[in-house]
């Protein structure tokens, strides 16, 4: 009875993280692009710092809080159908998910000092375009990366041992491939290309691989293979 409460909590995060994620992200899809001027950089976080300021702490419930929540509840299911690896997988996974909040923390601090009055008014133009083209290449290889590892690690556990559905370990896995192929966007200097789309894909496939896992946690479906 505790194990499957449990369960249901960590379903529960896993969609209540998806749903702050993506209302928390989408008003601020319109970042500008790599090369955009200093001006336009320095506009568009003035017109959105209010929007900004509740953006992160937002993102930060959700990633600070419900993502791990939902990260370590998993790897409690997953953890004794790893036991034939000595559970490296799950802690893969489950090191991916505690490294994603710490780059998350330092991705929100730009967001922030950017936004921030006296940092625009007084800063260089070089130093906008830096401190924005950082927070750009954090965003889409950093991130991209350790979603990655946490997609894999888990989802290699749930392919061999069966406790979730077989779709679900592909979608992550599928998933896992596209962010790391699309984060190479960084050597051709085309974040709006077919690689930077790729990214895009895979980070929505991890949003859909999330709610599958958390309704099968809130509907106690995740299963004991025989």
């Known amino acids: 009875m505790r194990s499957m409460s449990w369960r249901k909590v960590t379903g529960w995060s896993g969609l209540a993280f998806v749903i702050v994620f993506l209302v928390s ?49 998993l790897r409690s299911v997953l953890a004794p159908e790893d036991e034939d690896h000595g559970g490296m997988f799950v802690r893969l996974s489950f090191a991916a998910a505690v490294t994603l909040v710490a780059i998350n923390a330092a991705k929100s601090g730009f967001w922030l000092v950017l936004s921030h009055d006296s940092v625009l008014s007084s800063a260089s133009d070089e130093l906008v375009t830096t401190l924005a083209a ?15 590892v946490f997609l894999l690690g888990a989802s290699t556990v749930m392919l061999r041992s069966g406790v979730f559905a077989k779709w679900l370990g592909w979608l ?38 999330m709610t599958g896992v958390a309704i099968a946690l809130v509907r106690e479906k995740a299963m004991t293979p025989a």
């Open 25 to 73: 992200e989408l008003p601020l899809a319109d970042t500008p692009a790599l090369d955009a001027p200093a001006a336009d950089i320095r506009q568009w976080f003035e017109a959105n710092a209010m929007q900004i300021a509740v953006t992160m702490w937002g993102i930060a419930l959700a990633v600070g809080l419900l993502f791990l929540l939902f990260a370590s509840g």
């Open 134 to 148: 950082f927070e750009t290449l954090l965003l889409t290889t950093a991130i991209a990366w350790g979603v990655a």
């Open 172 to 209: 992550g896995v599928s998933s896992a491939i596209l962010l790391i192929t699309g984060s190479l966007w960084t050597i051709d200097d085309n974040e709006q290309g077919l690689l930077g789309f790729l990214v895009l894909i895979g980070f929505f496939g991890w949003l859909a691989w």
